[in-house]
């Protein structure tokens, strides 16, 4: 009965609920759902996969030279390959995974990976915006052989917390072997998918000798490559979505949000106190944890996200104040993303 009174004022309460008030309804919380454990944190995901999630050995169809390697005669070469990813929000890169051909060694970069990013332009920035040093200590190797006998390695930086902003983002991922002889990586692109986003962009890097033959960024395609994306899959973590309530109570207040996925509902929840409730797990968003008190828990209203910030005014009543605000994005299965907790004026 009680999940019943809950569902009814979850569901039926809509745009401006809170013009009305209702009695307040003491609910004692239902037993806990168990939930299983996801593959990444809340607000964590797979941000760009050039496999597109298909989980299939990829194929070698042509690479592109990306390495800072001492080969040949011991002259050390800088190699880059900047690859664009897009996201539609901010966050930070946690994990980075690259695979490439390995022409010659053993296939362990001795000197580690450098990371960087090169802005967030339609084309790379001719400077980094960030350059960083990963030791080899750092990164997982995981070596594989396709029938053809080419020499393949996957290899995996984790560990990060690499900013990024909401829109294009470009990127590389450059293995680094400063030892004599040592091995060259041509990272493998993706053919069998469509693009996404832009085409590769290559360059010779700041230190040792070229390889390309030019210092400014040219596409893959000006040098003779077919457009692809290079097989490079991220892992990131949004930016908390938050959002505050300013005005007057009795008056009109302003409802505002940021960091929200673009162009979904955005569900605002009011209570009369803080709290830990978690929706029953028969309702929508069920299992997801709130920041509010059972009493007086309703649906304030719903609006649009847009772009992923925005403001909205709407009536607070005095009997609202004092209280407690929420907004939650629903997801299509499972617990949905929460904002912060923000009290009335």
């Known amino acids: 009965m009680r999940s019943h009174v809950f ?38 995901m797979v941000i760009f996969d050039a496999e597109l999630g298909q989980m299939e050995l990829f194929r070698f169809n042509s690479g592109l030279d990306n390495f800072n390697s001492t080969i040949g005669t011991n002259r050390l070469f800088d190699l880059l390959v900047s690859d664009d990813f897009i996201s539609p929000r901010a966050g930070r890169i946690t994990d980075v995974f690259t695979y490439s051909l390995v022409f010659t060694g053993n296939g362990i970069p001795a000197n ?48 990060l917390d690499i900013p990024f902003a909401a829109g294009r983002t470009w990127i590389t991922v450059q293995p680094r072997d400063e030892t004599p002889q040592g091995s060259y990586w041509s990272i493998n692109r993706n053919f069998n998918q469509a693009l996404q986003g832009a085409d590769a962009y290559v360059k010779d890097g700041p230190n040792g000798e070229g390889g390309w033959g030019f210092t400014d960024w040219r596409s893959a395609g000006s040098q003779g490559q077919r457009a692809a994306d290079s097989f490079i899959k991220i892992i990131g973590c949004f930016d908390p979505m938050t959002i505050a309530v300013e005005g007057e109570c009795g008056g009109t207040a ?15 929840l009011y209570a009369k106190q803080t709290g830990n409730v978690r929706i029953p797990p028969n309702l929508p968003c069920g299992g997801t944890q709130l920041g509010l008190g059972w009493q007086r828990l309703q649906v304030a209203f719903s609006v649009e996200t847009g772009e ?38």
């Open 112 to 159: 580690g990976v450098r990371v960087y990013l090169w802005g967030t332009d339609e084309t790379p920035s001719q400077e980094p915006t960030l350059s960083l040093e990963i030791p080899v200590e750092g990164i997982y190797i995981r070596h594989i052989e396709d029938l053809a006998f080419r020499h393949h390695v996957e290899i995996h930086v984790s560990g």
């Open 308 to 345: 992923g910030s925005g403001v909205v005014e709407r009536f607070l009543p005095a009997a609202a104040c004092p209280g407690h605000f929420q907004a939650l994005i629903r997801e299509p299965t499972g617990p949905c993303e929460v904002s912060n907790v923000v009290g009335t004026p």
């Open 254 to 268: 302003q409802f505002s949000w940021s960091n929200a996925s673009p162009e979904s509902t955005l569900t605002f």
């Open 7 to 44: 569902a009814s004022s979850m569901l039926l309460c809509s745009a401006v609920c809170l013009g009305q008030l209702p009695p307040a309804i003491h609910l004692m919380p239902p037993t806990p759902s168990v939930t299983l454990p996801s593959e990444h944190p809340a607000n964590c």
